[in-house]
């Protein structure tokens, strides 16, 4: 993504203890990479658990998937623009993934630098939602 010109951070906590992969504050937009498994990938995760904790896997990565939807949720309501990247879009193609996140981040650049220009932060790097 650097050599895309994007600059981003990592690490940051936003608010309710999400913490996105990757943050970029000013067009508002934070960027996840779901592992595969973890998050129930619809090509790579596993379709039918098997063995003696078979139940607590499905029951695991369901939770996962709500979570994200959770946070998702919370995020756009917060005014900000969510990227969801598999792992296997990375490991196939990493500049495509990085091509896909750049187009979200450029579309929200401008509106943040015109939204920033009329409306005063609600709280740190937070912008109330257009509408």
Known sequence: MHALGLRFRLGRTLFNR???DL????????????GCFWHGCPQ???SRFRGPNAEKWE???ATNRVRD???DNELVE??????????CEVRREVGEAARRVAVEVRGRSCAATT????VAP????QYPAAG
């Open 59 to 61: 029951t695991k990565i």
């Open 115 to 118: 939204r920033r220009s009329r």
């Open 78 to 87: 917060a005014g900000w623009q969510v990227v969801r990247v598999w792992e």
């Open 18 to 20: 999400c913490r996105p």
């Open 44 to 46: 790579h995760g596993p």
């Open 23 to 34: 943050v970029f504050p000013g067009p508002l937009v934070a960027v996840f990479v779901n």
């Open 122 to 125: 609600t709280a740190v790097g």
């Open 69 to 71: 939807q959770r946070v």
